[in-house]
């Protein structure tokens, strides 16, 4: 079973910004479409961002244009860059591995003042 280990949560202000990690196991890592997903308090997991092994992104609506996700084969890491951080924002953030469907504990993002 592959490991997702996602890291970089916490407390931020409104405006402010966070880089959250995830780092996997998998050895074919840089063939794999990975994933972000949030669930906030009462809702549903959600989709946040996407990105194929060719670096081709897709991004929720409510977060284009403020987050970016990026990931680093050689070290098999995943990344999401969140700025412009908004209350909405807050939620557990998790990585997933889309091709083999293992998902990380999650990291806690509370964005208040």
Do not use: H
């Not at 996602?6 to 880089?19: K, Y």
């Not at 050895?27 to 092994?53: C, D, H, P």
């Not at 990344?79 to 924002?89: G, I, K, V």
């Amino acid at each position: 079973q592959v490991q997702l280990v996602e890291s970089g949560g916490g407390l931020v202000q409104p405006g402010g910004s966070l880089r959250l990690s995830c780092a996997t196991s998998t050895t074919i890592f840089s063939f794999n479409t990975m994933g972000w997903y949030r669930q906030a308090a009462g809702k549903q997991r959600e989709l946040v961002a996407k990105i194929a092994r060719g670096g081709t992104t897709n991004y929720a609506n409510s977060v284009k244009g403020r987050f970016t996700i990026s990931r680093d084969n050689a070290e098999k890491m995943l990344y999401l860059q969140m700025n412009r951080l908004r209350p909405e924002d807050t939620a557990v953030y998790y990585c997933k591995d889309e091709v083999l469907g293992d998902w990380g504990q999650g990291t806690q993002v509370t964005v208040s003042s």
